[in-house]
């Protein structure tokens, strides 16, 4: 079945930079990625996705980046501020298959002041 | 509107208890899940619904006991818990679900459940 692994698990970034998260999987008939958001005590919430006919998305400062021969995807953020710290979940799915959404470990995201 | 309501925000039950789980969705999405949710982990799947029929069971044991009403409503139903059961259980809801189009899931804020 598809693995998702994400990383890095943890990531602190000064307030301002840009912080990037990379994930891989295994199935190349997966062709949907999207990427969640978790706060403290909340529900994951969908913050960008992108599908395998497309290279890359941008949606103000966040962007995600598709490479489907090499099977990588990745979660761009600039400028950072506070309120993006939390936790971010990679996520893929495959067609025709289960239609499962298949996480990723999660990645810590600290912004420091 | 993207809100998936989930009710109650926590609970706590104690092993011989019998509660339920109740989640809602206005967004006319055919397909619903529950999602089980460790500290520090990502979300399991426990089951999902489409159409409001039952497609996915992932080897849940039997003392959770899912329901669909009709399409806007999905319900957990909990009955001789295990401590090791707490947990935060999330619905989500997308469209279209096994049907090759692979849309948004649109989580809730999640029910946070104790086990004492």
Redesign the interface.
Known sequence: GENVEQHPSTLSVQEGDSAVIKCTYSDSAS??F?W?KQEL??????II?I?SNVGEKKDQRIAVTLNKTAKHFSLHITETQPEDSAVY?CAA?R??R????I????TRLHILP | DTEVTQTPKHLVMGMTNKKSLKCEQHMGHRAMYWYKQKAKKPPELMFVYSYEKLSINESVPSRFSPECPNSSLLNLHLHALQPEDSALYLCASSQAYSLGMNTEAFFGQGTRLTVV
């Open positions: 062709n949907y999207p969640y005590g909340k529900g994951p919430q969908l996705d599908r979940f799915l067609p025709n289960d239609d499962k959404i996480f990723g470990k999660g």
